[in-house]
């Protein structure tokens, strides 16, 4: 079954027509992907810096362990490749999913060298400081040239005469239309950074997403303990549900019916001498059940919404979107339907999201994309609000993280401050 739809949802009732994607959209979007690509390449040169600095060090150390002085000092840059490894992994978290580490490397310098994780930190060591710093490098300069090169005609006039024009280092400027020339370089230099440098961003960081995370030769314990953990978020998740859902049936729709039968005895006693009291209490309590009645669909819809099963994610989603009171843009591709309990997690993962957007980001846009490929389900929800969000504070982020766990999914999360905010979530597609 293919459930692709892609809608727009202004906050109401129904979901707002279909409505493709301006020029101002796609604009924005890919202004904004350049400009997380340059804040991500000049992160990763920082840390090549120092891959580099280390790479120095190491090989200083190599030279001189021939003598016997290097081997006194070689616990002092292992310690330090670790660290920097370490530094890196988070750096890769704050702009996509999480680099999971492997098992600690041991202590001792001849377990330390025989060691399968400090062999892949030596090989991204070494393409870091090269082609990781190269790339970070062009990352920083694009920039300051594509700024250079299309501001030239506002100053060209004050410059000495044949003074190279171009950022480049060659030409020159003698008349307007050579410094009009420059400045389409300029242009040219825009137009690489949008086309270019989301790329150079994934290159610079996929040594260190493949070399950095725990390979397939580590220790299983590692996995056990992990599984282990995900176990215990599931089991505390679904006990907080059983509290959730028992509260609210004791405080809520419990409390009503006793009232509808507290009336109902009082109406049977009364309506032979006073019909007219009788009938009130009556209508008293048709009132309190029809409240029980709606509060018990309320629970029902919390613990498995139906509109999933009647519309399927894509029409889960676009009334999600539709109830917002930021508006949505929905894109939802998902060829196959997953397992019930995958669909039920996205759908409550999203309406979380979509309750933060609205009560703290101050967005006026959302985006909701979903995709399914390769047996995963991938969420997106993105906003232009004012970012700063926490992946580690408030209890709705810690209730999408356990919900997550549950289904062995992942979670990352970007806020920089000024936005925008990122939400990214992955689930296996079982069935």
């Not at 006194?72 to 999913?97: C, K, N, S, T, V």
């Not at 549900?241 to 009503?256: C, K, M, T, V």
């Not at 032979?272 to 009130?280: F, K, N, Q, T």
């Amino acid at each position: 079954m293919t459930a692709s739809t892609r809608e727009t949802a202004e906050g109401g009732a129904t979901a707002a027509p279909v409505q493709r994607e301006t020029f101002k959209d796609i604009a924005l979007r890919t202004l904004s992907a350049a400009g997380r690509a340059i804040a991500q390449l000049a992160s990763g040169l920082n840390t090549a810096v120092l891959a580099a600095l280390l790479l120095l060090w190491l090989t200083l150390t190599a030279v001189t362990s021939l003598v016997g002085v290097g081997l006194l000092m070689a616990p002092a840059p292992l310690r330090g490749l670790h660290a920097l490894a370490a530094r890196e992994r988070d750096r890769l978290a704050r702009w996509g999913p999480e680099v999971v580490a492997p098992e600690p490397p041991p202590t001792r310098l001849r377990a330390a060298l025989a060691d399968p994780t400090t062999h892949r930190e030596l090989h991204w060591l070494l393409r870091h400081s090269t082609i990781g710093a190269l790339l970070g490098v062009f990352g920083v300069l694009l920039p300051i040239l594509a700024i250079r090169d299309t501001a030239f005609p506002l100053y060209w006039t004050f410059m000495p005469a044949n003074t190279t024009a171009t950022s480049l280092g060659v030409g020159s400027a003698h008349t307007w239309a050579d410094a009009l020339a420059v400045a389409l370089l300029g242009v040219g230099w825009i137009a690489i950074i949008l086309g270019l440098t989301p790329g150079m961003a994934r290159l610079q960081s996929d040594p260190g997403r493949r070399l950095l995370a725990a390979g397939p030769d580590v220790d299983l314990s590692l996995r056990v303990a992990e599984l282990t953990a995900t176990r215990a978020a599931a089991l505390d998740a679904h006990a907080t549900e059983l509290r959730r859902i028992e509260r609210s049936l004791h405080d809520g729709a419990q409390n009503r019916l006793v009232s509808v039968a507290v009336l109902l005895g009082a109406a049977r006693r009364m309506v032979a001498r006073d019909p007219a009291g009788a009938d009130e209490l009556l209508e008293r309590a048709q009132s309190a059940a029809e409240t029980a009645l709606a509060e018990l669909r309320t629970v029902a819809r919390g613990i498995l919404p139906p509109v999933l099963a009647d519309r399927g994610l894509a029409g889960a989603l676009s009334g999600l979107a539709a109830d917002c009171a930021v508006p949505c843009r929905i894109d939802v591709d998902v060829p196959a339907r997953c397992a019930a309990s995958v669909e039920a997690t996205a759908y409550f993962v999203v309406a979380e999201a979509l309750t933060n957007i609205a009560k703290h980001s101050g967005a006026r846009h959302a985006t909701i994309t979903a995709r399914g490929n390769g047996g995963r389900l991938v969420l997106r929800v993105e906003d232009d609000g004012r970012g700063g969000a926490d992946a580690e504070g408030g209890s709705g982020l810690t209730g999408i993280r356990r919900r997550i766990a549950a289904h062995d999914g992942d979670l990352a999360l970007t806020s920089p401050p000024g936005g925008p905010t990122v939400l990214t979530v992955g689930l296996p597609c079982g069935t």
